[in-house]
């Protein structure tokens, strides 16, 4: 029943702004928590160990070796011993890798060149690890933070959808500080990701073709946004996609040269799409039970006993199935058009719940994603589903949010693996319902929309 009453409106409202107030001030406190890491290394009170996991990992060693190497003219910079923490005969010496031993252990690179015109960029101004490193997660939290913000005014949180103003609960998520903490980009390409389709929705077509196409550079799946996007014949962005990508290839070129380009699709791919990568993610027990992907779950199954034959790396048929699938979604999905030409908040709100689905199934499909920043877009297309469902529903996205958000492994219940394999198992669940909500979400208000 719709209320009409100015006085229990009202109520509503103080009400939604009362607990924007306190998760704003619950995240803000972990934030400065995570922070203090990021500016000290030595500081590890108030974040995450994940079993030492979390402070002596740091995906932006990796970047910034990776850049050092592209720089240098370095042979084929994706063989492995670049990325060795221990110095061989094999491995090229650079800065970066010689300043960190005893802090982190070198990350391996395996994303496109043209990524890394952005480390490459910092380290011309931050040539101090340290230094880096702290400016790396300035740029990460402002963006996500700011996207984040940009989502909930899009779609109404301070106007119509005043459920939306929980959204702060989404930086009170230890996974998501587990993501800051280590570096990796994931958090940045995600925000541009949804930025950028924001940006095409206001016709700023040049600034989301800009954002877009370097998220795609980086991590290759935000393209299926594009295609989302060309099956709407949505021409005007796609051009500025094509015209903005062409422009960080010709970047990279210059920067670096045409080798790594040459050793990114003659070695790189072939070792990604086969999974040799990260052939670890078929025995190291940890890397089972953090890796999310589709491929992970024949993983899992194989080490609680539950198959009896040991799965391959990356299954083909499952690479083709999924893929399909994925396809199949985007097609039917873009096909229903009439939603798009509405500016309500209610509109806004399903369509970047599409998105948000969209790139997490994309994100499935890589053979490798580490739970740390994995669950992320599930957590926040959760947090904007608690803003168009109620009743048990509602129950529902706030059980899922709380399974996802824990660190793995889940120490506070139990640290053996079969009990963390199981857990992991479970929440996949919680994913693929979360993407299965979103997508309907998007479906019925488009139907009605159609109606």
Known sequence: MKIDNPLVKKFTNKKWQIVFGVTGVLALMWLIGTAIFLFDVQDTRFVAQADGFGITHNSLSGYAVAAQLAANKTDNLYVPYHYSNVESSLSVPVPIRESIPGLFKVD???YPPPFLILPYGLLAIFEDFLQLRTAWFLLIVVSFIGAVTCVACWCGAFRSQNRLLVFPILLCAPTVHMALQTGNVHLLIIAISILAMIAFEEDHHIAGGALMSFAIVSKIWPAILVAHLAIQRRWKPIFWCAVTGIIYVLAGMFFFGLEPYWDYITYELPRIFSGKSFYFMSWFQK???????????????HALGLLSSKPTLISPVLAWTFTMFIGLIVI??????????????????????????LLTLAQLRSPFLPWFYGVVSTLWLLVLLAGSVKGWKLFAVFVAWLGLAVNIPVTFVSERDSFNLGYTLLTSLFIYGAIIAGIKEFWNRSHGLQQ
């Not at 890397?287 to 199954?301: D, Q």
């Not at 058009?337 to 509405?342: Q, S, V």
């Open 287 to 301: 890397a089972i039970i953090r890796n999310m992907s589709i491929f992970g779950i024949s993983h899992k199954l």
């Open 332 to 357: 039917v999905t873009s096909l229903r058009r009439g939603i798009g030409t509405h500016g309500d908040d209610s509109s806004r709100l399903a369509r970047v719940q599409l998105w948000l689905a």
């Open 108 to 110: 391996q690179f395996h």
